[in-house]
């Protein structure tokens, strides 16, 4: 079974910084694009950043300048910088991911980690 696993969310001040880390497991061959969603309470599922295989990046304009995703094929991994955090980005972070194994192509999320920015 594959899984996407989170980790580094955590409470943080206003002007601080986390890394999130997406790690794949199970039996893939590879990662493909992978991207960072976050969902504050009582809004919809928004798109924060992509990085494609061949390291081409996207960005939401909210967070552009301030955010740095980026992606390390051999460790299966993705991981997004969060810089000069605001109240703002508080929310769940999801990792979406794009692999392959023996049974074809597949998509799969991972189960989010919670970015609070509180004074």
């Known amino acids: 079974q594959v899984q996407l696993v989170e980790s580094g969310g955590g409470l943080v001040q206003p002007g601080g910084s986390l890394r999130l880390s997406c790690v794949a497991s199970?039996?893939?061959?590879?990662?493909?694009?992978m991207a960072w969603f976050r969902q504050a309470p009582g809004k919809q599922r928004e798109l924060v950043a992509s990085?494609?295989?061949?390291?081409?990046?996207d960005y939401a304009d909210s967070v552009k300048g301030r955010f740095t995703i980026s992606r390390d094929d051999a460790k299966k991994s993705a991981y997004l910088q969060m810089n000069s955090l605001k109240p703002g980005d508080t929310a769940v972070y999801y990792c979406?991911?794009?692999?392959?194994?023996?049974?074809?192509?597949?998509?799969?999320w991972g189960q989010g980690t919670q970015v609070t920015v509180s004074s």
């Open positions: 199970g039996r893939i061959y590879s990662i493909g694009d």
């Open positions: 990085i494609a295989n061949d390291g081409y990046t």
């Open positions: 979406k991911g794009r692999y392959t194994s023996q049974y074809g192509a597949g998509e799969v």
